[in-house]
């Protein structure tokens, strides 16, 4: 976790350094620096510094963040047994507002806003110095990056807690005479927000650019907003929104769903926006990791021996895995779930599932032994690494690991969920879209897509990933199916509370 004072938080940016230093930095994950007072903003070749400090901060989640954000809906449980107990709770929609993730999530996550923000203002003041076309177009593109970076992390507050703030200056003491609007507010404030940097950023896949490889476009702004508008149920704007991304054809769905989630899904052409991660192909020294530890197994038998196991504290719903494999779903279903004896075994307890496919089993097809543990049954499949993917010589899980925010597959069952709900589009039709995503997955063809349709396909494509499942019932009020296995939900449990300690800090969120 990022451990800061809220308040007293200190905006992080950059140290300028020389031109050459600059492009060292682009090559790999990018430092974090501070600036100094004698910035010469009048050297305009150094303007993109301040946006590499953006990404290398948006790059370091704390590994509670995506948990939380994640845990609630019923795709997912959380691992029980463990230090975490408040977290199980979460799950379960007990909320502690003392609890010390809520307050570190919205701390981590505000605290990068703020450091976007700072990146902002001193790409102005280059702007101010630029005396050439081409670099005062280039300033108002990494705005326009950082505004997508920012977009990216309130609209995930937002789902979270509703009515938040959306700072747009440096000084986090603005929040102390500012109101957080609430959630439309939030959602429509995004998408104004992303109709302004839409024009300004690049026109290709993160995968495409050489400057900052895998950074956002304007397909990244265009994916956040079509997000932001579902919320809204603007159906026409999220149509509207995916439409562009489709027609560009840009994107494609990955043909291997089991590799998208491994070594091959970084910078996959299905990517509009992903954390990124690399060991720089070295058995030792440098590393930058996302914490996939928290998802793994514990106690497994890896194919390569030393291989570290996780946390279990991440585990995929029985309810998830009857809905799969009523679905006569295969890939989809191996790929998001990792099987222990003791699940199976509890799977059939269950008279309707006493016989399963055969291939279910404790052993992934890439040689790792899924042995049983006590926090839980089953662990996150996408979340996974093959202990056969990690460069000679790590032995942390996961290591190497991409972490994907936003892919194609989700575009498209977007566009068809705002067409069945009666948006209008000439890019795809909703049959099409659903049938692209269910063709990848070995599924046979819909004739005719119903709305609820839609979002069993959703359920089945975009489970464990951002809590997708959990807001999506939320939007469409369909709390029945968040009351599953002795949790009842209402929707008094829609938004966590907010954090004790940034209620005591901030006198507006008393009300």
């Not at 507002?97 to 809520?102: I, V």
Request: charged share 20%; net charge negative; aromatic share 12%.
């Amino acid at each position: 976790m990022k451990s800061i004072n809220y308040i007293k938080i200190a905006v992080v940016v950059l140290l300028l350094t020389t031109s050459t230093a600059c492009n060292h930095l682009l090559n790999e994950p990018a430092e974090n620096k501070a600036f100094t007072e004698e910035t010469d903003y009048s050297n305009t070749g150094n303007m993109i510094l301040p946006l590499i400090g953006s990404y290398a901060e948006f790059y370091v989640r704390g590994w509670e963040e995506f948990p939380l954000i994640s845990v609630r809906g019923d795709d997912v449980n959380a691992g029980g047994l463990g230090d975490q107990q408040d977290f199980a709770e979460t799950d379960k929609y007990n909320y502690n507002k003392d609890y010390w993730m809520y307050n570190s999530v919205w701390e981590n996550e505000y605290k990068d806003i703020f450091t976007f923000n700072s990146a902002i203002e001193q790409i102005n003041q280059y702007k101010a110095k630029a005396t050439g076309t081409a670099d005062k177009a280039l300033a108002d593109q990494y705005i326009a990056e950082a505004k997508t970076l920012r977009a990216f992390l309130l609209f995930q507050l937002s789902r979270v807690w509703g009515a938040v703030f959306t700072p747009q200056t440096s000084d986090p003491s603005e929040l102390l005479v500012s109101t957080p609007p609430g959630k439309d507010q939030v959602m429509q404030f995004i998408s104004d927000q992303m109709d302004e940097a839409i024009p300004l950023l690049p026109d290709m896949r993160p995968n495409q650019r050489t400057d900052i490889k895998g950074g956002v476009t304007k397909y990244t702004a265009l994916a956040i907003k079509a997000l932001a508008n579902l919320e809204l149920k603007k159906y026409q704007t999220v149509a509207d929104a995916t439409s562009q991304i489709i027609s560009s054809g840009k994107f494609s769905l990955e043909s291997d769903f089991y590799e998208l989630f491994k070594l091959k899904g970084k910078l996959n052409n299905e990517n509009l926006l992903e954390l990124q991660y690399s060991d720089f192909g070295k058995s030792s020294g440098d590393v930058k990791s996302y914490l996939f530890a928290f998802f793994g197994p514990q106690g497994w038998t890896p194919k390569v021996t030393g291989a570290s196991d996780g946390w279990g504290f991440y585990e995929p719903s029985l309810k998830y895995i009857k809905f799969m494999i009523d679905r006569n779903e295969t890939v989809r279903l191996e790929t998001s779930v990792l099987f222990t004896n003791r699940g199976i075994a509890e799977l059939q307890k269950d008279a309707k599932y006493a016989t399963l496919p055969s291939w279910i089993s404790n052993t992934t097809r890439s040689g790792d032994r899924i042995n049983d543990y006590a926090r839980a049954m089953f662990a996150s499949g996408k979340h996974y690494l093959p202990s056969v993917d990690l460069t000679p010589g790590r032995t942390d899980y996961g290591t190497n690991k991409n972490f994907t925010c936003i892919r194609y597959a989700e575009i498209l069952l977007m566009h068809a969920e705002a067409l069945t709900q009666g948006a209008s589009s000439s890019a795809m039709t909703a049959v099409q879209a659903v049938n692209a995503v269910r063709t990848r997955a070995g599924m046979p063809a819909l004739s005719t897509v119903t709305n609820a349709q839609v979002m069993d396909e959703k359920y089945a494509e975009l489970a464990m990933e951002w809590g997708t499942r959990y807001y999506d019932m939320v939007r469409l009020g369909k709390y029945a199916e968040l009351s599953y296995d002795g949790r009842t939900f209402a929707e008094s449990k829609i938004f966590l509370p907010y954090p004790q300690n940034q209620v005591d800090l901030l006198p507006v969120l008393k009300k």
